[in-house]
């Protein structure tokens, strides 16, 4: 009788959360629908001016033209190949130098001031360096993306590690773990929510470093099609390129949260 009354719970339980889901789901379409609309009507009513703002309907026709002849393809694949490139490069790196920094007491008294500092300073700045560094290509690019994201994911991850209850160290220590044990068992486990979050930003900063880059380098790309579109007062195509960012961004940042799901489970398991 108290299983069946369990399962009965839980049940409505995942019934209440499916109908919020909706809500939420409709609610945001409804939003972004009202927007377009309120856009394209004050864009032919002229309250903002439609040269600057351009309005949705004309971007779709620029939309449309621009896949036809393959070009919005060609710049939004380089870009995002960029974007996910630096993301990864950034995320990862950044919480294996906080494994490194956890892992040894000595590096993390030396190279947390360094830490400091770099996460202080104006990394869009180094454009510049980085360029003469790696070059005008490529590789400035996703060096640009990484630069931005790298730095804080240290910060903010080895901060996890850190704080990680000391009840639950002393646990596995009293076992006998091993170093490594602890770290896999323990910190890293408890640090899930942390490191998702991180990614989360990362996406964002990894979007502007790249968008960055190519404003100082590429000759392909989202960015190269903003600044090409300001230079030549094409704003329709700069606001084609800062919807098509956002949507990829969109798409990067749900698929952020499908992960969250999915190591939050198996961290119940």
């Known amino acids: 009788m108290l299983n069946h009354s369990i399962k009965t719970q839980h049940r409505l339980y995942l019934q209440q959360k ?5 809500r939420v789901l409709w609610t945001q379409s409804m939003l972004a629908v009202t927007f377009f609309i309120l856009w394209e009507a004050a864009s032919r009513l002229a309250w903002i001016d439609p040269l600057i703002f ?3 309907s004309q971007i779709g026709l620029l939309f449309l033209e621009k896949v036809s002849d393959g070009s919005l393809l060609v710049h939004t694949s380089i870009t995002l190949a960029e974007t996910a490139a ?8 950044g919480a ?3 494994f490194l920094l956890w892992w040894s007491a000595f590096f993390s008294k030396v190279f947390d001031p360094y830490l400091v500092i770099l996460n202080a300073m104006p990394k869009v700045a180094l454009g510049p360096i980085i360029i003469v560094i790696f ?3 490529i590789l400035s690019i996703i060096a640009m993306a990484t630069l931005l994201s790298i730095v804080i994911t240290t910060i903010v991850v080895y901060h996890a590690f850190q704080q990680v209850d000391d009840n639950y160290k002393k646990v596995l220590l009293t076992f006998g773990a091993t170093k490594k044990q602890l770290f896999h068992y323990a ?3 408890a640090c899930y929510p942390t490191i998702i ?11 502007v470093g790249v968008i960055v880059g190519e404003f100082l380098v590429a000759k392909q790309g989202l960015g190269y099609m903003i600044i090409y579109g300001f230079q030549v007062f094409q704003f329709r195509q700069v606001m084609l390129s800062l919807i098509v960012i956002a949507v990829l961004a969109a798409v990067m940042y749900k698929s952020i949260e499908a992960l ?5 489970s198996r961290r119940g398991r």
Do not use: D, Q, Y
Request: hydrophobic share 45%; charged share 15%; aromatic share 8%.
């Open 54 to 56: 351009s309005m949705p």
């Open 18 to 22: 499916t109908k919020e889901k909706r």
């Open 197 to 207: 979050s991180t990614m989360k930003v990362n996406v964002g900063l990894a979007w």
């Open 135 to 137: 070059g005008p290509g």
């Open 86 to 93: 630096g993301f990864l490069l950034g995320s990862a790196g």
């Open 260 to 264: 969250e799901r999915f190591l939050i």
């Open 187 to 189: 910190v890293l486990p």
């Open 96 to 98: 294996l130098a906080a």
